[in-house]
């Protein structure tokens, strides 16, 4: 079939798999490009299907030669129907890892449920023995907890007051006021039940339990905190309440590995186009500043970029992994460069409709967009017929 993309507000519902192929073949060849990385060779990636957990498994396949089991929960084509993009991703990957002699395994299923937790768990004790690197990025909106059975749903909202403030859309290009409500009832509970740490660290007591933790593993999460301009709606919102969770429980869950030398941090990272972000009102419109700004300076990166740079330069340097007063890795640092903030905020106020094109990377983000479901991607052939049904080797 000819794919082409459809969109339905802020969501693409299809996406194409030569473009996803492609996709995944840039970012191995980029770490490909960057020398080896002395870093985990037994890695469990929960999330691993597109952006930060993509970019982790493929860094450590073919960063760290690693043996790499992903997790994630990924729609699978059918005749006439794309699969979702994670879909296509895990299959790029899996089929490039293999013809490179690695081994690679994935499971589809809710990474929150009790069942894909013990399947993965049966999975590495019969292939790998144990993991000692532990990616946890999982991006869900919904949460049916395991033991209570209750189905928890995370709102992106402040707390106390409306947060009113510029936001773009992204397809159109116009640039508009927006307000949004404060949070109330349990949207602070849910959404800390939804994106804290509790599942992070059920992870890592079930593996601990199993003895399927090497000495000395270390699992890490991923956080944002970005700037003043959007930490009403996010940082100091519902979601943030969140990344705070998940800060708190790293340090938790390294004490509970103690007794094996383990470690968990949170990595912060650079604001990125993703599925996520790109329906976060005030968010859009921040990144394509910054891209602007970023790629002047030179020092504009995207998922994979960054997780090769945390990689090779903060975990396993060999040396103490580096962190803030708060415990944080900041991959971010780039991004938060007082000079660079001080100019987003001075675009921030000059930015409307008109010169939005002139000032600000929308087409960067556009482009970044499309790309995450494959679209727009150098190199591939739209207009050719393309098989939709792909499988996941290890899954058929």
Same mark, same amino acid.
């Given at each position: ?15 194409h ?56 929960? #990924? ?29 690679? *395994? ?10 894909i *937790? ?78 804290g ?31 003043s ?17 998940l ?28 599925q ?18 970023m790629k ?53 106020? #000059? ?33 050719? #017929? ?11």
């Amino acid at each position: 079939m000819i794919i082409e993309p459809r969109m339905r507000g802020f969501i693409c519902t299809t996406s194409h798999p030569k473009g996803c192929e492609q996709n995944v073949k840039n970012q191995i060849e980029y770490i490909k490009s960057k020398g080896a990385i002395e870093g985990a060779k037994k890695v469990l990636v929960i999330g691993a299907s597109t952006g930060f957990g993509l970019a982790s498994r493929i860094t450590s396949a073919f960063g760290s030669n690693a043996a790499t089991i992903g997790v994630f929960f #990924e729609k699978a084509p059918s005749e006439g129907k794309t699969a979702s993009p994670g879909w296509y991703n895990s299959a790029a990957f899996e089929h490039e890892a293999h013809n490179a002699g690695l081994y690679a *395994k994935s499971i589809n299923g809710d990474a929150f449920s009790n069942e894909i *937790k013990q399947q993965t768990l049966d999975l590495i004790k019969a292939d790998l023995g144990q993991v000692d690197l532990i990616i946890y990025s999982l991006a869900s909106p919904v949460r049916m907890h395991p033991v209570t059975g209750v189905l928890h749903r995370s709102t992106l909202k402040p707390i106390g007051s409306t947060f009113t403030n510029k936001t773009v859309d992204f397809h159109s290009g116009k640039v508009s006021e927006i307000s949004i409500e404060p949070c109330s009832g349990d949207d602070i509970e849910n959404t800390v039940a939804v994106m804290g740490g509790e599942d992070w660290a059920m992870w890592i007591d079930a593996l601990k339990a199993q003895n399927l933790l090497a000495p000395g593993a270390t699992t890490v999460a991923y956080s944002y905190i970005g700037p003043s301009l959007t930490e009403a709606v996010y940082r100091k919102g519902t979601i943030g309440r969140a990344k705070d969770h998940l800060e708190a429980t790293a340090f938790a869950i390294t004490d509970s590995l103690a007794a094996i030398d383990g470690k968990a941090f949170v990595s912060v990272n650079k604001a990125l186009v993703t599925q996520a972000s790109s329906a976060i009102p005030v968010i859009p419109l921040y990144i394509s500043l910054l891209y602007r700004i970023m790629k002047e300076e030179g020092i504009h990166e995207g998922c994979i970029e960054q997780i090769q740079r945390l990689y090779q330069e903060r975990l396993f340097t060999g040396n103490e992994v580096p962190v803030d007063e708060k415990g944080r890795i900041r991959i971010d640092d780039l991004e938060m460069r007082p000079d660079v903030q001080e100019k987003v905020a001075k675009l921030w106020v #000059e930015a409307v409709t008109e010169n939005l094109a002139e000032i600000g990377d929308l087409e960067g983000y556009r482009k970044d967009f499309y790309n995450l479901f494959g679209f727009d991607v150098d190199g591939v052939d739209y207009k050719a #017929e393309t098989n939709e049904v792909v499988n996941i080797e290890s899954i058929g």
